[in-house]
């Protein structure tokens, strides 16, 4: 199994940039988030990075921030225009004869069953990179 690139990460154009100009500060005014934005899409308009981001970002259940300049709204938006496009093309599944036994997850680090892992159309192996397990301790902590 081919494991992630994260160097983009130390390349892209936020780097060193506030987290808060990418993803707010609790309170924030409707006026503030879209000033805010503005600055953060006009560092990300710019980066070399961009494509990795914007892959990253819409491969996983990043539902906060600012990433590869699309908003929480406007990358569910594209998700939903990239399953549209997938679908045209004739990939609407994944064929379950084509995937291994086993993957490891991104997030626990173990080796696990596939079927311990959701569907993720986006992605090469039709699978997310966390377990389940893991993305439903992730989602209780982005609530809590």
């Known amino acids: 199994m ?3 690139d994260w160097n983009w990460m130390r390349r892209a154009a936020c780097a060193g940039e506030s987290l808060e100009l990418f993803f707010g500060f609790p309170g924030e005014s409707t ?3 879209d000033r805010r934005e503005r600055k953060a899409k006009a560092i990300c308009s710019g980066c070399t990075v961009r494509p990795a981001c914007a892959d990253y970002a819409l491969s996983r259940p990043e539902r906060y921030g600012l990433w590869a300049g699309l908003n929480e709204d406007e990358r569910a938006s594209e998700r939903r225009r990239r399953m549209r496009r997938a679908n045209m093309a004739g990939v609407t599944a994944c064929d379950p004869e084509d995937e291994s036994d086993d ?3 991104t997030g626990c680090g173990e080796l696990l069953p596939t079927s311990e892992f959701y569907r993720d159309f986006t ?3 039709c699978l997310s990179y966390w377990c389940r397990s893991c993305q439903r301790e992730r989602r209780k902590q982005e609530v809590a």
């Open 31 to 33: 006026p503030e988030k």
């Open 103 to 105: 993957k490891r997850c």
């Open 123 to 125: 992605k090469e192996d």
């Open 2 to 4: 081919a494991v992630p």
